[in-house]
């Protein structure tokens, strides 16, 4: 058994409880942090044969409501297999007292590359830059083309119009989370109420879609693994694609913080990015500007409540370190940028 103290894992319990899953385990097992991640933390589980898994668990600390749940992932993950949605393969999960006190999720490490690194990103060239910023553009169309009834997911969330859900669930998470008054971000958030566009189709989002939360191929940069499925929901596709658009910084933008990999020669433009989605699913982009505004709102609060956790409860803190009070002003200043030039 495993005796290396690891924050946040009992490693004794964790390694008799994957032992018993029926995979093959040869002796005792490593917990190691990976990722960058600030909301669940990620563990490289290894064992003395060369064998690999993952395992996730919610943040340390107090939770907001329904944030980082674990159990729910497992369930997204492991109807997804049935998919053409490039995801890892759920082995486990376990809300067992005996074992951990937060659920545990163990599943598929997948081989590839995670370009969550200004270095890894700049030691690509041009063209697998390029690879891997169209096949984004096409994942996300595999995304929402999974058939929910098919892969019982029908009933994941409301199929309520969703700006309608995200407006008050992010607007709620602000208020809970936030440092500081803002007022730009308050009157960013009137203007996305009343701009709302009409509710016409409903199919699973991601919720978080972006470069780090992927693994790309080394043999071609095309995308083997889309991870971090803990804010997917049922609502509308394009808030994807305005996710995605709000963590793509052009070269001269300020909105990426320490990450900012968008910017180098090779990767497609946002426009490039949105073409390729739109031509591989049909959709109207007459929403889109709405939907990327949304974007970068959602991506300060979200930043503001990691900043607020950091400081709260420092072992949550991971490497790429925590977003700024600059950066955030940054996102919303971008987003007020593309509001006034959509009329929102």
Known sequence: MASVEVVGLDPGAVTQWISGLGIDVSGPLTFDRIGLGQSNLTYLVQDQGGGKWVLRRPPLGHLLASAHDVAREARILSALESTEVPSPQVFGLTEDPAVTE???????????????????????????????????????????????????????????????????????????????????????????????????????????????????????????????????????PLADVGSLLAYWPAAGEDTGGDFPASSLPGFPSRDEMSQVYLDATGRDPAALKFWHTLGLWKVAVIAEGVMRRARDEPQNAAESGTPTVERIDALIAKAREVADQAGI
């Open 102 to 236: 937060v659920p545990l999720l163990l599943m598929e490490f997948v081989e590839g590359a995670v370009v969550d690194r200004m270095p890894l990103a700049e030691a690509l060239s041009p063209e697998r830059r390029g690879a891997i910023g169209i096949s984004l553009a096409q994942t996300l169309a595999k995304i929402h083309a999974v058939d929910l009834q098919a892969a019982g997911l029908d009933d994941l969330a409301s199929h309520k119009p969703y700006a309608a859900r995200q407006l008050k669930r992010w607007g709620g998470q602000w208020e809970q989370s936030k440092t500081r008054e803002c007022p730009d971000l308050d009157d960013l958030t009137r203007r996305l109420i009343a701009a709302q566009p009409q509710h016409t189709e409903t199919t699973l989002v991601h919720g978080d879609f972006h470069l780090r939360n992927v693994i790309t191929s080394v043999d071609d940069g095309s995308v083997v693994a889309a991870l971090d499925w803990e804010l997917c929901t049922l609502g509308d």
